[in-house]
């Protein structure tokens, strides 16, 4: 089992910055995949960034440019510098980790964030 943590969300003015973190627990060295999804009111869960089993990053077009992600491989945190952000950031953003053992995929209960004027 895996257990993730979210946290750095909140409400932020528009082109402002936020860095959202998910600290994963439990058997963190089984993580082969792990990434960020948002859901944003009425719309359904999209990518937003990730680390794919091969090491690759992957962003989605949205956030090409003005988010980063990273993590330290020390305990397999993970995290996600998000810069110049837009009202249609506004969403929560929820950290996921997949394990190599049987390929489960768990997911933390998410960080809410908020872009307004």
Same mark, same amino acid.
């Given at each position: $089992?895996?257990? *993730?943590?979210?946290?750095? #969300?909140?409400?932020?003015?528009?082109? #402002?910055? *936020?860095?959202?973190?998910?600290?994963?627990?439990? !058997?963190?060295?089984?993580?082969?995949? $792990?990434?960020?999804?948002?859901?944003?009111?009425?719309?359904?869960?999209?990518?937003?960034?990730? +680390?794919?089993?091969?090491? !690759?990053?992957?962003?989605?077009?949205?956030? !090409?440019?003005? +988010?980063?992600?990273?993590? /330290?491989?020390?305990?397999?945190?993970?995290?996600? $510098?998000?810069?110049? *952000?837009? *009202?249609? /950031?506004?969403?929560?953003?929820?950290?996921?980790? $997949?394990?190599?053992?049987?390929?489960?995929?768990?997911?933390?209960?998410?960080?809410?964030?908020?872009?307004?004027?």
């Amino acid at each position: $089992q895996i257990q *993730l943590t979210e946290s750095g #969300g909140g409400l932020v003015h528009p082109g #402002g910055s *936020l860095r959202l973190s998910c600290v994963p627990s439990g !058997k963190i060295f089984d993580i082969v995949a $792990q990434g960020w999804y948002r859901q944003a009111p009425g719309l359904e869960r999209e990518l937003v960034a990730e +680390f794919t089993r091969g090491n !690759k990053i992957n962003y989605a077009s949205s956030a !090409k440019g003005r +988010f980063t992600i990273s993590r /330290d491989n020390s305990n397999n945190a993970l995290y996600l $510098q998000m810069n110049s *952000l837009r *009202l249609e /950031d506004t969403a929560v953003y929820s950290c996921y980790a $997949q394990s190599w053992e049987n390929g489960m995929i768990f997911w933390g209960e998410g960080t809410r964030v908020t872009v307004a004027s």
